[in-house]
């Protein structure tokens, strides 16, 4: 064995994807409701995307930093534009671009003379690797091992006002969540504890870090998921679906964000290249006409979804937005994400007992009934899919 195990059993050998669906080498077909955890958004062999890979292949796959390109100045403006806020940096990965938001948070704190360090983040996040963003992660499981990380990194509940109150002092640099916590089991964050976030936030002088890796760029039918609530934060990080396949991480930062960075104080080999850049401007294009149908074919998937619960005691709870649910069992979800694969349904269980369902933007009201029949056959409710809803939502 030469790759690091890690990953645990990996039973599909994948040879391609065409649309919503996986091929296996053995020639078996699977509907994808979990993309590649949420990066073929577009699902696979998408024209634009290819013809955007295909072109720029042979044009020119790397500059470096050292020179610049249209694509990342036209993809900054379009991140800025689609968030609100103002200024890009690009790296490789949900992690890296977390990276980004906590420098420039010590950077903030330090240049304005302060020698406050807390952060404050919520148990069960999940941030990503790398040791600054697995310092943030709230599940001891996956920091613990790698003790001692950055220190004054407080942990409370998602949608614990009080507890935030009483986290967020005078020393508090930052306040990281993530809108719709997804590695964690799909658990929304709701208004009120959001506007907490931000008045908080304001009130400290710190930075509400907003982390859309999963939940952003179109996957609930917004733009960014933070954007239903009406409130903008500091610093917004994301990565997944961007690259269309390619890894591609960004941070937005406000203006005053940004002015943490000073010449030579972060970069990247990679980050922001051309090949990267140019498929990411060809993802957000499509992203934007797809929202309403998100919308549609995400609210079809959770009332499917609901009525299933309904009549099935496996099912304790739905939750999410969008084309992001978690169907929380009252047993272990592992046999069923087996038993789902070998009737032709790829999703994954995260947080032990959450059956993810993070489907592709272009996932059809048809494709969600093949869908939740499969979920309803191997969890045992009944169910009566309503087929004339489906039929009367069309496809992207
Ligand atoms: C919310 C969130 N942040 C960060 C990450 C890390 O992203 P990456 O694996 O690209 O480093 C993930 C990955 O699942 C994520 O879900």
Redesign the pocket.
């Given at each position: 064995m030469s790759v690091l195990q890690v990953f645990g059993p990996r039973p599909l050998e994948i040879e391609r994807g065409e649309g919503c669906y996986l091929m296996d080498t053995a020639g078996r077909r699977y509907l994808d409701f979990i993309s590649g955890?949420g990066v073929n958004a577009l699902g696979y062999g998408d024209p634009a995307i290819v013809h955007a890979i295909q072109d720029q292949a042979a044009r020119c796959l790397h500059t470096s930093n050292l020179h610049s390109h249209r694509y990342q100045r036209e993809l900054a403006a379009r991140l800025a534009q689609w968030s609100g806020l103002e200024q890009v940096f690009f790296s490789n990965?949900?992690?890296?671009a977390?990276e980004a938001a906590l420098k420039c948070a010590r950077a903030l704190a330090n240049r304005r003379g302060r020698t406050r360090h807390r952060i404050v983040a919520l148990e069960n996040g999940?941030?990503?690797?790398t040791t600054g963003?697995l310092a943030v992660t709230g599940q001891a499981k996956y920091r613990e091992p790698f003790a001692p990380l950055i220190p004054d990194v407080i942990f409370v509940p998602a949608n614990d006002v009080d507890a935030l109150l009483d986290a967020a002092n005078e020393n508090t640099i930052a306040i990281i969540a993530?809108t719709i916590q997804?590695?964690g089991g799909i658990y929304p964050l709701n208004a009120t504890f959001l506007q907490a976030i931000r008045d908080l936030s304001s009130a400290r002088d710190a930075l509400w870090i907003a982390?859309e890796?999963?939940c952003g760029l179109g996957r609930t039918g917004e733009r960014f998921a933070y954007q239903a609530f009406g409130l903008t934060p500091d610093v917004v990080?994301t990565?997944?679906p961007l690259g269309g396949g390619l890894p591609l991480?960004a941070t937005i930062f406000s203006g005053e964000a940004a002015s943490a960075f000073g010449l030579g104080m972060h970069g990247s080999t990679f980050g922001g290249g051309p090949l990267a850049c140019r498929v990411a401007l060809a993802f957000l294009e499509q992203a934007e006409h797809l929202l309403p149908h998100i919308c549609q074919v995400g609210h079809y998937l959770h009332a499917r979804l609901r009525e299933m619960a309904a009549h099935c005691s496996l099912i304790r709870e739905v939750r999410g937005r969008g084309l992001m649910a978690g169907i929380e069992l009252n047993v272990s979800g592992d046999p069923f994400v087996e038993q789902a694969r070998e009737q032709g349904l790829i999703l994954n269980c995260t947080h032990g007992n959450v059956l993810r369902l993070l489907p592709p933007f272009v996932i059809t009201a048809a494709e969600v009934d093949q869908a939740c029949d499969v979920l309803a056959r191997i969890l045992g409710g009944r169910h009566s899919p309503d087929r004339t809803r489906s039929r009367a939502l069309a496809g992207p």
């Open positions: 955890i990965s949900g992690a890296e977390m999940f941030h990503g690797r963003a993530e997804g590695e982390d890796t999963q990080v990565a997944k991480g």
